[in-house]
């Protein structure tokens, strides 16, 4: 996104996931160990978390003077926290025809950012963090989910991490990496794809070892860069500034110098970017991988008990009710530790999201108007670390159409 010059000076849950690479710019590999949540912001409650996020207000003027003016990039709308809510389980960033005035200048659009440049919490080093987005499209407007160098220095020298960047009516979803060249100034690197429709949820990531850098799309890979400093060549600069520690942004600019355009003076017009979730998952240490390792070697003392499989599970009423959401109610399965739901918007389930519940009930959200859905379930029970699980139930099928 660029660009903005902020003079700026846990718990843990671990997960099965990380990700290691082999050689320089090779792709990354998902594997099964070795990362931990350290922080996340599932927008659940109905205002937004005062000790993650701060929205970044004005014109940019009061973060850089006249200098930063549109914020570095010519954009032509005034953010204002009025813009940024959470509700119904995600936070909204509506950018809208807006006629205001900032600081005696005047713009037709307002719109929000946010950033986490003044928590203690949210920040982001090394590892991997993700956030599951869906982008508006609209004529002029330049739609971000990104982060800024924590180092205090000013931009470029404090790098900059472009995760998620679209523009106006196109297809494109974009990565970018910036970071200064050996006289200091910007030097970058994109990678872009059209092969997705931007317009519907998807999770977009980037992964961090020290080493190497990846950008990720619905959990694959669309590039990744090496960080090391490079001495030759158009890229080089001091690319090892990708490796320190960083906050996040998010926001939806109107105009400006990628937004190809600017939005539409219909007083009824507006874009909405939702954010469902972004969590910061952090790379074990060396002493918690060795205690892992610890604990997977102890010898078992007893005999395990042999657990046998659940029934079959069975859907007995599923339907779509208010705000785009679906509600489905299963029949209850003995000795169960818990229930499966998996839903997709193809029978074949291809980009299926699912989530385990231990009641026979359950509301699935942040869905997509005028879509069919497929949903299937089945339950389980638990041998030790090991998850038994029954066949899946009949495939149901219901279309969201409120």
């Known amino acids: 996104m660029k660009k903005i010059i902020v003079f700026v000076a846990a718990f843990a849950t671990t997960i099965f996931m990380s990700i290691g690479v082999s050689a320089a710019d090779a792709p990354f590999k998902l594997t099964l160990d070795g990362v931990t949540l350290q922080w996340a912001d599932e927008f659940s409650g109905n205002e937004l978390n005062n000790q993650y996020w701060t929205p970044q207000l004005g014109d940019g003027y009061a973060y850089g003077g006249n200098n930063l003016i549109g914020w570095g990039n010519r954009e032509k709308q005034n953010y204002k926290a009025e813009n940024v809510f959470v509700s119904d389980g995600t936070m909204k960033i509506v950018a809208k025809y807006e006629p205001t005035t900032y600081m005696n200048r005047k713009y037709n659009w307002t719109s929000a950012r946010i950033a986490s440049n003044n928590s203690s919490v949210a920040k982001v080093g090394l590892g991997y963090v993700e956030a599951r987005i869906k982008i508006p499209s609209s004529v002029g407007i330049w739609p971000a989910f990104w982060m800024l160098g924590d180092n205090g220095k000013v931009w470029p020298?404090?790098?900059?991490?472009?995760?998620?960047?679209?523009?106006?009516?196109?297809?494109?979803?974009?990565?970018?990496?910036?970071?200064?060249?050996?006289?200091?100034?910007?030097?970058?690197?994109?990678?872009?794809?059209?092969?997705?429709?931007?317009?519907?949820?998807h999770t977009f990531g980037c992964y961090r070892d020290g080493s190497q850098i990846a950008?990720?799309?619905?959990?694959?890979?669309?590039?990744?860069?090496?960080?090391?400093?490079?001495?030759?060549?158009?890229?080089?600069?001091?690319?090892?500034?990708?490796?320190?520690?960083?906050?996040?942004?998010?926001?939806?600019?109107?105009?400006?110098?990628?937004?190809?355009?600017?939005?539409?003076?219909?007083?009824?017009?507006?874009?909405?970017?939702e954010v469902d979730y972004v969590r910061y998952y952090r790379m074990k240490t060396a002493d918690e991988l060795v205690a892992d390792s610890k604990k997977d070697s102890q010898p078992t003392t007893q005999a395990p008990?042999?657990?046998?499989?659940?029934?079959?599970?069975?859907?007995?009423?599923?339907?779509?009710?208010?705000?785009?959401?679906?509600?489905?109610?299963?029949?209850?399965?003995?000795?169960?530790?818990?229930?499966?739901?998996?839903?997709?918007?193809?029978?074949?389930?291809?980009?299926?999201?699912?989530?385990?519940?231990?009641?026979?009930?359950?509301?699935?959200?942040?869905?997509?108007?005028?879509?069919?859905?497929?949903?299937?379930?089945?339950?389980?029970?638990?041998?030790?670390?090991?998850?038994?699980?029954?066949?899946?139930?009949?495939?149901?099928?219901?279309?969201?159409?409120?």
């Open 215 to 273: 950008f990720y799309i619905d959990r694959t890979l669309l590039k990744s860069y090496s960080t090391s400093d490079l001495t030759t060549s158009a890229a080089a600069g001091k690319r090892s500034v990708l490796n320190e520690n960083y906050y996040v942004l998010f926001n939806v600019a109107c105009g400006g110098n990628l937004a190809g355009g600017t939005p539409p003076t219909d007083p009824n017009w507006s874009a909405t970017m």
């Open 305 to 402: 008990t042999k657990v046998s499989k659940p029934a079959k599970a069975k859907i007995s009423k599923i339907k779509n009710i208010k705000r785009k959401k679906i509600k489905l109610t299963f029949k209850k399965i003995k000795n169960v530790k818990g229930y499966q739901v998996r839903w997709c918007d193809n029978k074949k389930f291809r980009g299926y999201e699912q989530k385990n519940t231990r009641k026979t009930n359950l509301t699935l959200k942040g869905l997509d108007k005028n879509t069919k859905y497929y949903v299937k379930v089945r339950a389980y029970r638990v041998s030790g670390k090991t998850k038994i699980y029954g066949a899946w139930s009949g495939v149901k099928k219901v279309t969201v159409k409120k």
């Open 157 to 201: 020298a404090n790098g900059e991490i472009d995760i998620m960047e679209a523009f106006n009516t196109r297809p494109t979803l974009q990565s970018t990496i910036h970071y200064p060249s050996w006289t200091g100034t910007d030097v970058y690197a994109f990678a872009y794809t059209n092969s997705y429709d931007k317009t519907q949820w």
